[in-house]
Nanobody, 119 residues
Framework: QVQLVESGGGLVQPGGSLRLSCAAS????????MGWYRQVPKKKREFVAV???????SYADSVKGRFTISMDNAENTVYLQMNSLKPEDTALHFC?????????????WGQGTQVTVSS
């Protein structure tokens, strides 16, 4: 069984900061990449950021310069530092992990942590 445990969401005022974390545990195999997506009601889940096990990062244009993704390989944990938050960042944020076990590569998803940006 693979578990992804997310934390760090909450309510913050515009311009504020939050740090999300996601720890992967269980028989996950070799992690290729970890990342974050987000979703608001009635809209598709959208990409936020990803980091490879080699440290290569990619960000959605909407968060570039404001969000920073990092990973602790030893702890199988990914972090998302979110600064200068805007109301449009309000969403349910999901952690995901792409991992390979033997010859099979799978994507695993967390249950989501809510981020609300409001005054």
């Amino acid at each position: 069984q693979v578990q992804l445990v997310e934390s760090g969401g909450g309510l913050v005022q515009p311009g504020g900061s939050l740090r999300l974390s996601c720890a992967a545990s269980g028989s996950i195999g070799s992690i290729n990449a970890m990342g974050w997506y987000r979703q608001v009601p009635k809209k598709k889940r959208e990409f936020v950021a990803v980091i490879s096990n080699g440290g290569i990062t990619s960000y959605a244009d909407s968060v570039k310069g404001r969000f920073t993704i990092s990973m602790d390989n030893a702890e199988n944990t990914v972090y998302l530092q979110m600064n200068s938050l805007k109301p449009e960042d309000t969403a349910l944020h999901f952690c995901y992990v792409r991992a390979t076990s033997w010859t099979t590569t799978k994507d695993y998803w967390g249950q989501g942590t809510q981020v609300t940006v409001s005054s």
